[in-house]
């Protein structure tokens, strides 16, 4: 195979043009660009300069799987990979990745998959380990890219690369490298809001009102071959959709364009436009372009609105507003303790209302109702206020207040229009009942341990220390 340096070389004059055009804001793309062409990842440049320039670059991410050197054949005389050698395979590799690096934004990012694999071996002789993520890893890091992640990819079925001294395979490495410090990152989408401890009802500032962090490890099975219905896409190496999808969520927004240079039967393109973001890939085999079109497009398509991570996502929001209302309707209770902590000679108040405006997250209002012979205090108490809410807890609750004191004569006032909850003897995760002005009396005279007053909300939750499951959320 010719080596792949002879393609790339231009004359200076056409140097000079190109570096020229570049420089100047190129024309937006039409809508029939962002699809698989058939192409040479070699040549990207050609393809990407039409609408990407330096001043403007036009990709966002790109998320691909590279040849695995001479491991597999694609079926194309002039692949990149299969019967080149390893120092012209990797020199290949190295200028896609400079190109995309040049045409991607300060904001952009490049995810490699791949696996390391056991060389050829003649008679008589031991078949070594070919790490080839961390050959890719260094050739990108050469054309400029910021090695951020490693993930493990658990792929549940794959290739049978089981033999003497070697166990089963079925991982392969996600690298994840970045262009500047202001990369995307939206881990919020990722998040999982199950499985969370049997008492978080009761501490909400300790938990990220999203879910957990997702882990360094995805489980995503690769397609079974075959499982594009009734088509005869039958890719040596096929990315699954859902796999796109997390890389896709993390690191692009809606509008976004997203580049595979190695795009095979086209999943990562198919998946960027399902979730409104805009694809573009390049693959050499023509079978792999045709089944694009005709097979994966329509198939990946079909997919709106019905896919793990929208379900995930529907859940997350769930769990999202319920710890924000908790976290509401707690943080009145820490700041009325912890301010009698900081000035110990505060009277106890009558009640403490805590009012959430609405359309906000982390406005709240707290409202320090005192009896008409601790008036005088309220000075004392604004101050004390103030100072709690800089401190621990209540400064991890993630909320902006502001404080008014009022006398008891003005309840009525206070509740006029309002549709209130009454939470007693500290139990800040159930209310007992709607508040009336005239039922307050009735409520603050409860007994409390700990000496809380009462608090009462415009914010309702009513939830019982449980554990919480990723299947109590409605996500299989």
Not at 142 to 149: C, E, F, M, N
Not at 226 to 243: F, I, M, Q, R, Y
Not at 249 to 267: H, I, K, Q, R
Request: aromatic share 8%; net charge positive.
């Amino acid at each position: 195979m010719k080596v792949a340096a002879a393609r790339l070389t231009a004359s200076p004059r056409a140097e000079a043009t190109r570096m020229r055009d570049a420089m100047t804001s190129p024309p937006d793309p039409p809508a029939e660009f962002f699809t698989v062409h058939r192409g040479d990842a070699r040549r990207l440049p050609m393809l990407l300069s039409q609408h990407s320039g330096v001043g403007a670059p036009l990709l966002t991410t790109t998320i691909t799987s590279p040849p695995y050197f001479d491991l597999k054949d694609y079926g194309h005389q002039d692949q990149v990979g299969y019967g080149q050698r390893e120092d012209e395979y990797l020199v290949d590799v190295r200028r896609v990745f400079e190109a995309i690096f040049q045409h991607t934004r300060a904001d952009g990012s490049l995810w490699l998959v791949a696996d390391a694999f056991r060389t050829r071996a003649g008679k008589g002789q031991v078949g070594r380990m070919q790490l080839l993520p961390f050959q890719l890893a260094m050739e990108a890091e050469t054309a400029g890219w910021v090695l951020r992640d490693v993930i493990i990819w658990l792929k549940d079925k794959t290739l049978p690369w089981s033999s003497s001294g070697r166990t089963r395979n079925q991982f392969e490495y996600i690298l994840f490298f970045v262009k500047s410090p202001q990369f995307k990152y939206r881990i919020d989408r990722l998040r999982e809001p199950g499985d969370l401890a049997q008492w978080w009802v009761k501490y909400p500032e300790r938990y990220n009102p999203a879910g957990k962090a997702p882990s360094n490890v995805w489980a995503v099975p690769i397609p079974v071959q075959g499982s594009w219905a009734n088509t005869t896409v039958e890719h040596a190496c096929p990315l699954p959709a859902d796999l796109v999808e997390r890389m896709l969520l993390l690191s692009t927004d809606e509008g976004d364009v997203a580049l595979d240079p190695f795009a095979g039967s086209g999943v990562v393109v198919a998946e960027a436009e399902r979730l409104g973001r805009r694809g573009l890939g390049v693959e050499l085999n023509e079978r792999y372009v045709e089944a694009f079109e005709s097979d994966v497009r329509p198939e990946i398509l079909r997919r709106r609105g019905d896919d793990f991570l929208q379900r995930l996502g529907t859940a997350s929001d769930e769990l999202r507003r319920t710890i924000l209302d908790l976290r509401a309707v707690k943080y009145a209770k820490v700041l009325a303790l912890r301010s009698r902590d900081i000035d110990p000679s505060l009277p106890r108040p009558y009640a403490i209302y805590a009012l959430r405006p609405a359309k906000s997250e982390t406005s709240m209002k707290v409202l320090l109702v005192l009896r008409d012979d601790d008036f005088t205090r309220s000075g004392d108490y604004l101050t004390a206020l103030d100072r709690a809410s800089k401190r621990s807890p209540a400064s991890k609750f993630g909320l902006i207040p502001t404080f008014q004191v009022a006398r008891m004569g003005d309840i009525a006032s206070i509740h006029k229009g309002r549709r209130l909850w009454a939470y007693v003897g500290g139990q800040t995760h159930r209310a007992v009942g709607i508040c009336r002005s005239k039922d307050i009396h009735d409520w603050a005279a409860r007994p409390s341990r700990h000496d809380i007053p009462l608090v009462v909300s415009n914010v309702y939750v009513n939830e019982s220390p449980r554990r919480l499951r990723l299947a109590e959320s409605g996500v299989r």
